[in-house]
């Protein structure tokens, strides 16, 4: 596609469940980023991939957040057992240089709402 | 610990005026540094960067080591202007650290 596809962009959901937010990239990108945005703050990081590889995880806040890229291309980003501190928007990003450099390209983000 | 600080949450000028959004980081190596900008119902995109030293839209940056700051600046602010201001370090190998970001505001 033409920009970085993110879906859904908006997801409610209830204590406890679980969600997966999905990131498609440009075509051809080597690196794809996760970030985390609270309401008057900052992206804050959460995982990278080079490829299919996980190469950075540090950003995840802890072992509910899990995040995979298979086959180097659509990445998911899954939130277990979903709490009310889960509630932001969640950005995807990719590059077509890898190891954490280059230019970012945004998706429009998927805004998580727990109730 | 590396960091990204940008004091000011809100900025706020008038169409003409003198803009200067703040930047400073906290990095112990060769820092690489970016401004990225979201516009109203826009995606946050890269406005510069500093080893471009290029000038974007009117803006300019320059990397200051001796005051580790990046500081945003244009001569005379646009309405267009209006929109969030993300400051960026780049630490060698691996993902950018963001600011919490600047709301500009220009008015006419």
């Known amino acids: 596609g033409a920009g970085v596809s993110q879906s859904p962009r908006y997801k409610v959901t209830k204590r406890g469940q679980d969600v997966a937010l999905r990131c498609d990239p440009i075509?051809?990108?080597?690196?794809l980023y996760w970030y985390r945005q609270a309401l008057g703050q900052g992206p804050e990081f959460l995982t990278y991939f080079n490829y299919e590889a996980q190469q950075d995880k540090s950003g995840l806040p802890n072992d509910r957040f899990s995040a995979e890229r298979p086959e180097g291309s659509i990445s998911t980003l899954t939130i277990q057992r979903t709490e009310q501190r889960d509630s932001a928007m969640y950005r995807c990003a990719s590059s077509s240089l890898g190891g954490g450099t280059g230019e970012l390209f945004f998706g429009e983000g998927s805004r998580l709402t727990v109730l | 610990a590396q960091r990204v600080t940008q004091p000011e949450k809100l900025l706020s000028v008038f169409k003409g005026a003198p803009v200067e959004l703040k930047c400073n980081y906290s990095y112990s190596g060769s820092p690489e540094l970016f401004w990225y900008v979201q516009y109203s119902r826009q995606r946050l995109q890269l406005l510069l960067r500093?080893?471009s030293r290029e000038s974007i839209k009117g803006f300019t940056a320059d990397l200051n080591k001796g005051e580790t700051s990046f500081h945003l600046k244009k001569p005379f602010a646009q309405e267009e202007d209006s929109a969030m201001y993300y400051c960026?370090?780049?630490?060698?190998?691996?993902?950018?650290?963001f600011g919490k970001g600047t709301t500009l505001s220009v008015s006419s």
């Open positions: 500093h080893i």
């Open positions: 075509s051809g990108h080597v690196s």
């Open positions: 960026a370090l780049s630490p060698a190998g691996t993902a950018l650290i």
